[in-house]
C-alpha cells in the first residue's frame, strides 16, 4: 500500500513553502522533486500532470516531494519570473537531502510545462555546483513534460533525459520542442491524441514514465 501523503512547511527563500511528500511501499530508492505549472496561470502542485508524475515516481520506489512555489497555495513570497522559483525547487532539494533515510540515495528532478523549465534550470545549477563541490548530490535522473521550450530558454539537459510531449500540445507546441531538442540530439516521446495536459492519456503518460525509471535501474 502506497503511504498517504504528509503535507508540511519548511523555510524557503522568500518564506515558508508548502510541501507534500508522497513516499513508496518500502523503503525509498531516491529522492524526486517534481515542479509544477506556471504560478500566475493556476499552475499548483495539485496539478493533475503533476500527480502523475509523482505517482510514477512512488510506483518505482522513489520518495517524490511536489511543492507550490512561492506566492502558491500556502506559499509564501510572491512571482519572481523563474529565478526566485528556481531557488524554491533548490531549497526543497536540500532540506530533503538532510534526511539520514536519503543519503547516498540518486536525486531526481521533474518538471511540468513551466515546472519544466525550473527543472532543467536547477538541474544546470546542482551540475554546476558539483562540479566545485563533490560532496554536493547531483541529479540522476531529469523528467521533463512539455518544458515551456517556446517562452522560456530552457538550457541543454544530459543525453538521459526523459523528454515526453503531447502531440497535440497548443501551450508548448511539439515544434518548438524539436527545435530546442534537435541540437542536442535529443528522444522525444510522444503521446499521440493529446494536447499539452494530456487529457484522457495520464495513465499513459505514467507508464512512459514508470518505464523509463525502471529500464534505468536495471
Known sequence: MIGRPASQTIDGPAGLLE???EEPAHAPVGLAVIAHPHPLQGGTMDNKV???LCRAFVLAGWRAVRFN????GQ???GWDEG???????LTVVAHHLTDPALKGLPLALAGFSFGGYVAAQAHARLSEAVANRPELVAPKQLVLVSPATSRYEVPEVPAHTLLVEG?????????SILDWARPQGLPITVV???????HGKLTVLREVVLRHLRAAAV
Open 19 to 21: 510541501v507534500v511528500i
Open 50 to 52: 503533476v500527480h502523475t
Open 69 to 72: 512555489f512561492r506566492g502558491v
Open 75 to 77: 506559499s509564501e513570497g
Open 83 to 89: 529565478r526566485g522559483e528556481t531557488a524554491d525547487l
Open 167 to 175: 502531440e497535440q500540445d497548443d501551450v508548448v507546441p511539439l515544434a
Open 192 to 198: 499521440p491524441g493529446t494536447g499539452h495536459f494530456f
